[in-house]
């Protein structure tokens, strides 16, 4: 048997809304199935606005530009992360300032970020590592009190909550992630900028429209369209909306089937925790998980190795998470060193992701647990 990392979720309404869409002959952006699946998550989530991205690279770039990200401006972020999450502002021309993560989220650590702030501070970008919300109404706090902006890079925690807010609802900013990895998969690729600021729309219409106004003559304001702003081509397919709102209508059904992933490895990994052989993040009153990954960092690096190298003789892929950025050849451009970051670097050096997708309970979750269990027996014994 062959686990993948992952595996796309087909949903029930797919191949009939994308169907729909074709014939309908009005494929491009912010058409029907976009302007559905926009409402859709308004009403459920309470966004303020949202607009569907290509990606949530593109929805990041986005709100880097409404944000007005210049040369000189320095953003806070952690170095556990994708490349996306810094390139969408060093593409304008900011300094990353790269912030430990904490341990038991692998989130950004928020008792940090005060001692990085500068005047030329203008941005924080935390991540929700795994599906789990960082800390953001702590990180709402710091930056209200210094004028900075928080776009939330929401890649992974759609259909998360925080203190009972979904996830996207508390920030200035913030991006989600549609692509065929995560929870929600528009059709293979896929984002969404939340814009909670109101004073902000208009702006970003135009951003997300090439520049230009044409969201005013589609609104019958006006008769012809011209450029008005700085912007790209930040529009989602209405192709690929279809799939995006089949998916939407049957998160219950996927984050229910996500769930019982999650609690087959909780069960597991609890008992080497207890021990004190590994590290899993342990559920917390105030978070409600959208059940989109799992992590493991094992006490040593070599045990992760043992662990990675058994598995994959079974076939079960198993991956090592995000490569630091401050230690990628870009961030010691920027002047970092692995020991800049030493928290970072040395957890890196440990985690593991495990395999991932809902259906994995009807079809390979019990040989994967059984594999990990005699592996885990076999590094720390029983
Ligand atoms: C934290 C984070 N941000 C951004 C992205 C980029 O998302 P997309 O592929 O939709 O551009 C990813 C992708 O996995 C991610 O993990």
New binding site residues.
């Given amino acids: 048997m062959k686990i993948p990392f992952n595996k796309p979720y087909i949903s029930p309404k797919e191949e009939e809304y994308i169907i729909r869409a074709l014939k309908s002959q009005r494929h491009s952006g912010n058409n029907a199935f976009g302007q559905k699946a926009i409402s859709f998550m308004k009403d459920k989530y309470g966004f303020n606005e949202i607009f569907l991205t290509p990606?949530?690279?593109?929805?990041?770039e986005m709100g880097a530009l409404l944000a007005g990200i210049k040369p000189g401006d320095e953003v806070i972020l952690p170095s556990y992360?994708?490349s996306?999450?810094v390139n969408s502002v060093v593409i304008f021309g900011a300094k990353p300032v790269f912030c430990e993560i904490e341990p038991n989220t692998l989130n950004i650590d928020v008792s940090m970020i005060e001692s990085l702030i500068t005047p030329r501070t203008k941005m924080i970008i935390p991540?929700?590592?795994a599906g789990i919300s960082c800390e953001i109404e702590e990180i709402m706090k710091i930056a209200d009190k210094n004028n900075i902006i928080v776009m939330q890079?929401c890649?992974?925690s759609f259909g998360g909550y925080f203190n009972g807010k979904p996830n996207g609802s508390i920030p200035h900013l913030a991006?989600f992630?549609?692509?065929e990895?995560?929870n929600m998969n528009a059709g293979g690729?896929?984002?969404g900028l939340v814009v909670n600021v109101p004073e902000w729309h208009q702006k970003a219409y135009f951003m997300q429209e090439k520049g230009t106004d044409r969201r005013l003559v589609l609104d019958g304001v006006k008769s012809k369209y011209s450029w008005v702003e700085k912007g790209s081509s930040y529009l989602l397919s209405d192709l690929l909306a279809a799939g995006l709102l089949a998916q939407l209508e049957g998160e219950e059904e996927i984050i229910s089937k996500r769930r019982l992933v999650t609690d087959a490895y909780c069960q597991l990994f609890n008992s080497f925790k207890k021990r004190g052989n590994l590290n899993i993040y342990i559920s917390e009153d105030h978070i409600k998980t959208n059940h989109h990954a799992f992590w493991v960092v094992f006490d040593e690096a070599d045990n992760r190795r043992r662990f990675i190298e058994r598995l994959r003789a079974f076939d079960i892929f198993v991956y090592i998470g995000y490569m630091p950025l401050h230690s990628s050849p870009m961030g010691v451009k920027f002047g970092y060193k692995p020991d800049s970051l030493p928290i970072t670097e040395e957890i890196s050096k440990k985690v593991v992701r495990l395999p991932f997708y809902a259906g994995m309970a009807d079809d390979g979750l019990i040989y994967t647990i059984e594999r990990m269990s005699l592996v885990l027996n076999e590094i720390y014994g029983k």
Wanted: a negative charge; aromatic letters at 12%.
């Fill in positions: 990606s949530c690279t593109s929805a990041m992360t994708f996306s999450t991540i929700d590592y890079d890649a992974q991006a992630s549609f692509h990895t995560k690729e896929g984002g």
